[in-house]
């Protein structure tokens, strides 16, 4: 799932912003690179959340990319 491109939702204002994954741990944090800028998005209740510049991104976790899950036993 690393350096994919994901579509994240300013929540302040409806746009749409590209940015790519640096790090990801399930059902925990996203750390997702916009514009050369790094957002860490915490999970909560089927959403990862950050902000950024005053503004607040979000994602669903339906709407992440399904390949590549950190493998867990």
Same mark, same amino acid.
């Given at each position: 799932m690393i350096d994919?491109?994901?579509t994240l939702i300013c929540t302040?204002?409806?746009k749409k912003v590209q940015?790519?994954?640096l790090a990801f741990n399930d059902k925990e944090f996203i750390s !997702?690179? !916009?514009n050369t800028v790094r957002i860490k998005l915490n999970y909560k209740k089927g959403t990862?959340?950050?902000s950024m510049g005053g503004y607040?991104?979000?994602i669903?976790?339906?709407d992440?990319?399904?390949s590549n899950y950190q493998f867990k036993r």
């Amino acid at each position: 799932m690393i350096d994919k491109e994901i579509t994240l939702i300013c929540t302040d204002n409806n746009k749409k912003v590209q940015g790519h994954i640096l790090a990801f741990n399930d059902k925990e944090f996203i750390s !997702v690179a !916009v514009n050369t800028v790094r957002i860490k998005l915490n999970y909560k209740k089927g959403t990862y959340a950050g902000s950024m510049g005053g503004y607040e991104f979000s994602i669903k976790e339906e709407d992440l990319p399904k390949s590549n899950y950190q493998f867990k036993r």
